[in-house]
């Protein structure tokens, strides 16, 4: 009778073991303190977490991010290149002026694409500038995300909640994930990261 509790338990073991590794039970990922999922449902796709670090400026974290794409992309080109939904989500790490932020993406997205491209995706990026500076000031803590979802557009979302009607040019997306993926990027340690 023991032998037999013996193998129970030991089955019973193994099957939580499984259920536990399997991907729908991943544990999240730990980025600078902030957990990210493995994996999320958007616009009716499985997006699985491509990578994620911290951005750091001189010794100090500033935010973590997270990279979900439909399939793994081990190059900026994969990456931007996939079809389907995407989301860059980012936790800050430490309190900004959120105005200043909306300012420090602008950049990067232009130093990161031609004269031609950056005078197409103005209206865009002055939407998203309006956007963060309407928040004052992001805490450490905050979070916001910009989600690709096919047929709808570019949609910010901070703290939860979405800021306006999405931008709808695919360019615009692309080019602000070229802010952590492109040539010039914010970070080079953190565009490893999210490269996994």
């Not at 932020?101 to 694409?113: D, W």
């Not at 993926?181 to 490893?192: I, S």
């Amino acid at each position: 009778m023991l032998l037999r509790i013996g193998r129970f338990c030991a089955l019973c073991g193994a099957c939580a073991l499984m259920a536990i590794s399997s991907p729908g039970f991943a544990a999240p990922r730990d980025v600078g303190g902030i957990p990210y999922q493995e994996q999320l449902q958007l616009g009716g796709e499985t997006l699985r977490l491509n990578g994620a670090g911290v951005r750091y400026n001189a010794v100090f974290k500033v935010y973590a991010a997270g990279l979900y794409l439909p399939a793994k992309a081990a190059t900026p080109e994969e990456a931007l290149a996939q079809p389907g939904a995407k989301r860059i989500a980012i936790t800050m790490l430490r309190d900004i002026d959120a105005n200043e932020l909306g300012k420090l993406f602008t950049r990067g997205v232009e130093e990161n694409s031609t004269r031609a491209e950056f005078s197409q995706l103005v209206p865009g990026l002055l939407r998203m500038g309006q956007m963060f500076a309407d928040q004052k000031q992001l805490k450490a803590g905050d979070t916001f995300h910009v989600d690709w979802i096919p047929g709808t557009g570019a949609q910010v979302v901070v703290r939860n909640v979405p800021q306006g009607e999405p931008i709808r040019e695919p360019a615009f997306f692309k080019a602000l994930l070229r802010i952590w993926l492109g040539p010039v990027p914010a970070d080079f340690q953190l565009k490893e990261a999210l490269l996994g």
